[in-house]
């Protein structure tokens, strides 16, 4: 089966800090990855997906950057961090073989809940 | 773009009534899917619907994928203390990409009173 992982799962930065949030995701091969933002416990806001090793796509001009050095792992990026760049962060996957999971159906991460100060 | 348009915003009842809430879209979909988020956690996947028409079920939970591939509801029926949460429906249009790129609703925030 497959799970997602997310760390760290609380992060308080200062003012101007970098940031590094990683995703790492087992039991499936070159999955379609995606980084989400949600302020205040409502909406989902994408940020960055990708579908392959080194190949990220930005939904929203921002103070953030994306990676991904490997198939599996996601890097969600800051070299500094704004006010409002706090917030809850979410990684996701999806599959990309037309096998028994869809490529329509994403599977998300327990999030990480990060403040800046 | 598309958007979902999901109500109600909030609901309170007690426990043990029933819950409904829907989703609709300003175009058609090919995918809903349903999501809930407990709080400081990540969604989690309570059903998918991939056929217009389609009904389906997971325990106490109904989801539907209705007929004009414009909308879907969920309904919860016996609720209990634990189906507090907040419920997303989320959503790919016709112009769906390669990436499974998802439209979501704002949520609805459950409340179960015991």
């Known amino acids: 089966s497959q799970t997602i992982h997310q760390w760290p799962a609380t992060l308080v930065q200062p003012v101007g800090s970098p940031l590094s949030l990683e995703c790492t995701v087992e039991g499936t091969s070159n999955p379609n990855l995606y980084w989400y933002r949600q302020a205040a416990g409502r909406g989902l806001q994408l940020l960055f997906y990708s579908v392959g090793i080194g190949q990220i796509s930005s939904e929203v001009p921002q103070n953030l950057s994306a990676s991904r050095p490997q198939d599996r792992q996601f890097i969600l990026s800051s070299k500094k961090l704004l006010l409002s760049d706090s917030g809850f962060y979410l990684c996701?996957?999806?599959?990309?073989?037309?096998?028994?999971?869809?490529?329509?159906?994403?599977?998300f991460g327990p999030g990480t809940r990060l403040t800046v100060l | 773009g598309q958007q979902l348009n999901q109500s109600p915003q909030s609901m309170f009842i007690q426990e043990g009534e029933d819950v409904s809430m829907n989703c609709t879209s300003s175009?058609?979909?090919?995918?809903w899917l349903w999501y809930k988020q407990d709080p400081g956690e990540g969604p989690v996947l309570l059903i998918a619907?991939?056929?217009?028409?389609e009904l389906t079920s997971n325990g106490r939970l109904t989801a539907q994928f209705g007929i004009t591939r414009k909308d879907s509801f969920l309904n919860i029926s016996a609720s209990i203390p634990s189906d507090v949460g907040i419920y997303f429906c989320a959503g790919q249009g016709l112009r769906g990409t390669s990436y499974g790129k998802l439209t979501f609703g704002q949520g609805t925030i459950l409340t179960v009173h015991p």
């Open positions: 996701a996957w999806s599959a990309t073989d037309r096998g028994l999971l869809r490529t329509d159906t994403q599977y």
């Open positions: 619907l991939y056929k217009a028409g």
């Open positions: 175009s058609i979909f090919n995918t």
